[in-house]
């Protein structure tokens, strides 16, 4: 369903700097839904916007660990347990002609899983969402800083947001629509 | 031929870009050139021919419709699938070896020796082997032609018949009768009615490479025509003198078999032949000898007077023998062996050596031991070379109206000085009969297929007399007759089937004859039939001619001597493709022949192998590339014959060079004197083993036998890597294990286990091109390999096929599983899983892994379909292939067992390289049965495997090879 | 600003003089508002003819057989396998530049990682190519693959055949992969700086819906991080596996321990080679000598320097196993090697591969771009000729005198080579001119602006 009204309020900064510490003025202020955007990843800016623990590493390990043992027992089932052959008259689990495509395989699964892990947990691909309805936003991905408040917050007032906003030293105020 | 240059590739096939492999010629015309009407006539031959033929396979009616008689079974049991044995003969320059043929469904495949006939004893040669191939030939002249248009048989008899009635007015006086030398009691006896019918008719009888020397050389010692037999079985020390009785003449499997078996050692306290030989090219026959002598051809001479001087044969003089230091030693020692000594001389030697060495026998004692005389065998005597000219002269005068040339090719053959060629076309009529339709075949006006000996009813007498009938396994391919067929027609008798004129002849000569018959055929020999022995006596006025005046040794001019080549002999298997791609012993060249000469000559000279030179014989010269033999005498060059046809058939023209167009009549066998131009210009040759040197490496392990009987281990169980350890658990044993044994000390060489290889496994020929990049197929290679200095090295022989390693490298690094281990140790490859990586090869430590490169095999000519083994896959482009051990030969064996449900006997099994070894040195069969012969084998000192420091644990394993020297005279002399 | 000259200070890693917003300009332009010019023009066109010489080869190739290369018995293996490993080796350098060098904080590596990950995406592309080409059934290729099938047939996997395709297909996966996910902000940097319709869509789908959210950039570093955790014992997992299709053979010349090491260092050293080759000229036609400074020249020069005189290593230890080992065979190898009728290559090699990168010991050698293309250039050839060598001059005589034989490559080799090369360059153009050669991102990140105490980290 399409969603229709107010998205959030969002702020401009020229400077990392200014949208660190509007960040953290508008979190003392209680205001919990938002999120910030900027051309290059700034340390700690996530913690501030209240991220606590990242699964991603997790998954990898268990990406690794499916490789691992399906890697050796593919091979294992494949020359011991399938096809049982006389090769040369080396033992049927010859298990250290199997390391190398056990070690290929663990790295390939944990590889998927990294990626499509970090883009699942993000939510993409998106290709449209409601920020990207403001022209401005566009220099989120070269030299401008951004900071939403999200009309789902409960403490979300229109007109006292936009003014928590202006104190920040912002380049620009902006209002977002679900739909333009 | 991948790039198509040469013509006779170039089939319609090729043209449109599919790769045509057995290259034995196709069905198609050259495209692009307009057949003239005799190829286009030829051409539809074929087809009509072929149509008759599948049509004949796939009915019922190729069986002949006379009574044959298998082998070994009663023919009630033609099974599919179950191949029947039928005994035949192959009429080889005249002289018959006795054959078992293997016919599947009526299609004979495989040949093998037939061990009731004296020349056979079960063992064959190249040739033989190949003798299959010929018959599916699609080059073979396949329709009756009138000065090249298709006509009948009908219509020749008639025209043949009108001459004959012409040739009774004059008594025959203008008939002439040219063959081949004849042992068939049949056909000789046709021909001699004929002569009584036609008193002034003449029959006349040639071969390139004739038995005139030894007969005269008869006639000189003894006053009379005799053939000489040699027993090696019987002989202690042997010399050879310029003799290659190894591979030379119509005994040669028989002297293989017999000088072998003197030669494998088992007991210790087994004695064995010492051999010398002294000769002018290194031969086989060399490579085997104790001590080698190369001495030029013309030298044999003085070397045989000065032995017969010293044995203290009447009337010759001491010569100055200084040149020979080792002559006294050798003559010490065939006198302390006495009537157990044997010397023997070259075909290509003249008369008065033949005559020496019977005298030097005769005073050595050996005549009636080691040396026996008969009768001769062939039923046409006096001098081959001589009544050739005649015939020559008289067709230059005129004075023949009528010439019948049955099988031969003189127009090729004939010494060049006769001009053959030019004097027949003085002849009115001429009818030839001929497998192919060659170069005499294009200067008569009568040409009659020849039927291939596998297709026709016929006999024919061994080296020793002994009679085999020739029975057919085929209805002839195409409108072939036989000899006697035409002559029955010459008889002017109605014209018979070969069966009933056979039957007419034997008839008159067993008593009991249905049975006699029955039997004759079975067996494939008429028992009783050799001839005679005769015993002889030195006639009183024994004396020989002068020596011929040695010619003076200027560096430009050397002693040329002519040899019949080891593959194709004298032309007549040019067309045959597994005999063109034979590597020839010795040189390993296939595809051509080459100027052998001794490396200090080539530097002489300044040539390296490929080098063209210019021979000079008189006015008449050819072109040749030079090739360099270690061991070669110095002043001397040989040229093998048979090469440069121009009407051998799309696989034999344009190969080699022509040498008959410089063989006179004056030196058929040795020009004294030729000279030798280098000309600058370069040839290449396919050779299949570039590199003869061993490297210092330990591949072939030889021991004299002093150290054999002294010190055992020398060699040997040493290493066979049998009790280095290994890392892994062994693979649980199981009934058979199957292994091989390969004696160096009784092979030699001679190439009957590739060919038959190649017949059994329905192995590729891949052409000239193809062999230059090292692409050849051979699935048993015969390793060649000289130590020592070049002017007279000591040579080795080491055939080797697949090692079947129980631990095999080349398994391990196959990504798919296509070459596997069975349980009972065959390195297994399954073509259909092959994807052609060629990592099994690159791991080959003894690279016997071939690959199909290309489409080698021939998809496309039907006619050569036939020859293939039903029981071995045809392999297609792109997988690998090598030696199974004949695998099909071990489940058909296996089956037959668990017919009877009993176990496997050794010796049942026979592979196919092993059936054919005239020496007895391949032996096939169940290690895990410490009785069986190869595990006997195997447990001798001398038992050693190849590469064993890789521990790859061969199945295959060596013989050392064995010397016997004589201690008084140093190696290498 | 002005383009700085290449005498800057060696020390300036970081570019200087660029905002957030010149920077992104001036690289995303090359993409977006850069004309097509002539030379890329040229170029291109000469990559495609060799595209198209490539496809020619392999037609024929397919048509007759492998029989048409130089390959015979005892050298069963050619140009097919010289080449494979030549570019799979080129293709170490940029998962090893961008996943090594990332763990180990080397900012400099910003301006050409992007770039060697393309170069090795498309080097392992030509790689790919070979060892389904040399089979003798080509169609056959997917019976090396582990899958369920009626035959119930499975690979065999003792030989490193089969290693080497998983080797290589998850290094042409993972790099890949890390090749992509670096480029994701980029692409949402052009989707949002296209002017054209057609490339904003298409750059947007590529983006996949990219924000720059601050939450997205903390999971995508951790990512990306661990991507590069995963690539780095990957790198040398892959040339260790090539050198297996030869150390685990028995020939001599292949049977070494000394294999694995040897190869990898190798690779790099061929790797950096390439990267060296292909930026010197980029950065000068584009303009970039202060993104890829000296000091990105000097250090690639100096890690060549080491990694050639591991290989170096390499050449003497087999020397030196050959004549310890006592081994007949592998004497005669080196000896072979040095005399034998390859002598020539085997000399060539040690003049282009160990005799002429000495110069690399030299300031002066170090400071001159030419200097440093000319190494570079030598390099690259000395590697082939060392993969020829090992792969021919091994084969073609090794255990049987009475085996050995010649390996002369045909027109057909030449082609095929010459056709990858072609592939290679093809490929290399198009990323030029439709995606940033230089990761934006992270040279935003690398901005002396960026590195302003944090008001976070400030104490």
Known sequence: MIRTGLYGIMAEFKRPEDLVAAVRSVRERGYRFMDAYTPFPIQGLAEELGFRFNVLPVIVLAGGVVGALGGFFMQYYASVVALPLNIGGRPHNSWPAFIPVTFELTILVAALFAVLGMLALNGLPRPNHPVFNEPRFELASRNRFFLCIESRDPRFRRDTVWKELEKLGTSGIYEIEYKR | MLRGETEFWRTVNEYNGEFNGLQNGTDEVTPGTVPNRREFLAWMGNSFALSGI???????????????????????????????????????????????????????????????????????????????????????????????????????????????????????????????????????????????????????????????????????????????????????????????????????????????????????????????????????????????????????????????????????????????????????????????????????????????????????????????????????????????????????????????????????????????????????????????????????????????????????????????????????????????????????????????????????????????????????????????????????????????????????????????????????????????????????????????????????????????????????????PVWILPGHALNSMTVSLGYGRTHAGQTGNGHGFNTYAIRKSNAIWVVPSARIRKTGDRMSLACTQTHQNMEGRDN??????????????????????????????????????????????????????????????????????????????????????????????????????????????????????????????????????????????????????????????????????????????????????????????????RIVAEEQDRSLRDGEIVTACQAACPADAIVFGNIHDEKSRVSVLKSQPRNYSLLPELNTRPRTTYLARLTNPNPEIARGR | MEPTSDLQPIEEANPRGYTYGSITDKISSIVLSRPTTMGWLAGFGVATLLLLLLMVAVSWLLVRGVGIWGINIPVAWGFAIVNFVWWIGIGHAGTLISSILLLLRQQWRTSINRFAEAMTLFAVACAGLFPLLHLGRPWFFYWLLPYPNTMALWPQFRSPLVWDVFAVGTYMTVSFLFWFVGLIPDLATLRDRAKKKSAKIIYGILAMGWRGSAIHWHRYETAYLLLAGLATPLVVSVHTIVSFDFSIGIVPGWHSTIFPPYFVAGAIYSGFAMVLTLSIPLRSVYRLQDLITMRHLQNMAKVMLATGMIVGYGYLMETFMAWFSGSTYDAYMIRNRMTGPYAFIYWALILTNLVLPQALWFQKVRNSVPALFAVALSVNVGMWLERFVIVVTSLHRDFMPSAWGMYYPTLWDWATFAGSIGLFLFLLFLFIRFLPVISISEMRQILPMSQAPHPETAP
Not at chain 2, 248 to 267: M, N, T, V, W
């Open chain 2, 54 to 624: 599948l049509y004949g396979l796939s009915g019922c009616t190729s069986a002949p419709p006379e009574k044959i008689v298998p082998y070994v079974r009663p023919p009630e049991d033609v099974v599919p699938g179950k191949p029947q044995y039928f005994a035949t003969a192959m009429p080889f320059s005249g002289y018959g070896i006795g054959l078992i043929a293997q016919s599947n469904l009526g299609r004979p495949i495989k040949i093998d020796g037939n061990p009731y006939h004296p020349a056979s004893l079960g063992a064959s040669d190249a040739i033989a082997q190949s003798s299959v191939l010929g018959l599916y030939d699609p080059d073979r002249a396949q329709a009756i032609a009138s000065s090249g248009i298709i006509s009948t048989w009908h219509s020749f008899a008639a025209a043949l018949s009108m001459e004959l009635i012409a040739a009774r007015a004059d008594s025959g006086a203008g008939v002439r009768i040219l063959t081949e030398t004849v042992t068939s009691p049949t056909l000789a006896w046709q021909l001699n009615r004929f002569l009584n019918q036609y008193p002034q008719a003449r029959w006349i009888s040639y071969e390139p490479f004739g038995g005139d020397n030894e007969r005269g050389g008869t006639r000189l010692a003894f006053g009379t025509e005799l053939d000489t037999q040699f027993r090696f079985e019987n002989a202690n020390v042997i010399l050879a003198l310029d003799s290659d009785f190894l591979s030379d003449g119509p005994a040669h499997i028989r002297h293989s078999k017999d000088f072998s078996s003197r030669r494998r050692i088992a007991a210790r306290s087994d004695s064995m032949s010492r051999l010398y030989a002294a000769e002018s090219v290194m031969t086989i026959t060399g490579a085997m000898a104790d001590h080698r002598f190369p001495v030029s051809s013309m030298e044999i001479d003085g070397i045989a007077r000065a032995i017969a001087a010293r044995c203290g044969v009447q009337g010759i003089p001491l010569p100055d023998s200084t040149r020979w230091p080792w002559l006294d030693l050798v003559v010490a020692d065939l006198q302390r062996e006495a009537r157990h000594s044997l010397v023997i001389a070259g075909p290509q030697q003249p008369p008065a050596v033949h005559a020496l060495v019977h005298a030097i026998n005769d005073r050595l004692g050996s005549i009636g031991n080691t040396v026996i005389f008969t009768d001769p065998v062939a039923a046409h005597l006096g001098n081959q070379l001589e009544s050739l000219k005649l015939l020559t002269d008289e067709m230059d005068s005129g004075r023949v109206d009528t010439l019948i040339i049955l099988s031969g090719n003189p127009v090729y053959t004939a010494p060049a000085d006769f001009e053959f060629s030019r004097h027949l076309d003085k002849v009115p009529f001429k009818a030839r009969l001929g497998l192919y339709s060659d170069e005499t075949s294009a200067r008569c006006q009568w040409h009659i297929p020849e039927s291939h000996f596998l297709e026709s009813w016929g006999d024919v007498r061994a080296y020793d007399g002994t009679a085999s009938i020739i029975q057919p396994l085929i209805n002839p391919l195409f409108e072939g007759k036989s000899a006697i067929e035409l002559m029955s027609v010459l008889l002017g008798e109605t014209p018979q089937a070969g069966y009933d004129i056979l039957r007419d002849y034997w008839g008159q000569h067993f008593n009991d004859f249905e049975s006699s018959w029955q039997q004759s055929v079975r067996d494939g020999i008429v028992i009783g039939s050799a001839a005679p022995l005769r015993s002889v006596r030195i006639r009183k006025d024994f004396h020989v001619p002068d020596a011929p005046v040695q010619a003076a040794s200027d560096p430009a001019s050397l002693e040329l001597v002519f040899r019949s080549d080891p593959c194709i002999f004298d032309g007549r298997f040019a067309n045959n493709g597994w005999l063109q791609e034979l590597p020839k012993p010795l040189t390993k060249l296939t595809w051509d022949n080459a100027a052998l000469i001794s490396p200090e000559k080539a530097n002489q000279l300044n040539c390296a192998n490929g080098d063209v030179v210019e021979i000079h014989n008189g006015e008449r010269a050819i072109r040749a």
């Open chain 2, 700 to 893: 072939v392990r030889v021991m004299t036998l002093a150290d054999y009987i002294h010190n055992p281990d020398s060699e040997g169980h040493a290493e066979t890597g049998e009790e280095t350890g290994s890392l892994y658990p062994r693979f649980p044993e199981t009934k058979y294990a199957w292994g091989m044994s390969i004696d160096l000390a009784s092979c030699m060489g001679c190439n009957a286990c590739v060919a038959a290889c190649q017949a059994e496994n329905n192995i590729p020929v891949v052409g000239k091109e193809e062999v230059e990049r090292g692409r050849e197929m051979h699935w048993i290679r015969i390793d060649t390999y000289f130590q020592g200095s070049p002017q007279n090295p000591g040579s080795y022989f080491q055939p080797v096929p697949c090692m079947h390693c129980e631990d095999a490298p080349c398994e391990v690094v196959c990504p798919v599983g296509a070459t596997t281990h069975s349980s009972e140790g065959l390195n297994e490859m399954t073509y259909n899983r092959c994807v052609g990586t060629r990592y099994c090869s690159n791991n080959c430590p003894y690279k016997v892994r071939r690959f199909n490169f290309l489409e080698y095999s021939n998809f496309d000519s039907a006619r050569l379909k036939l020859v293939a083994n039903p029981e071995v896959t045809v392999r297609s482009r792109g997988v690998m292939e090598k030696c199974t051990y004949c695998v099909q030969r071990i489940n058909r064996a």
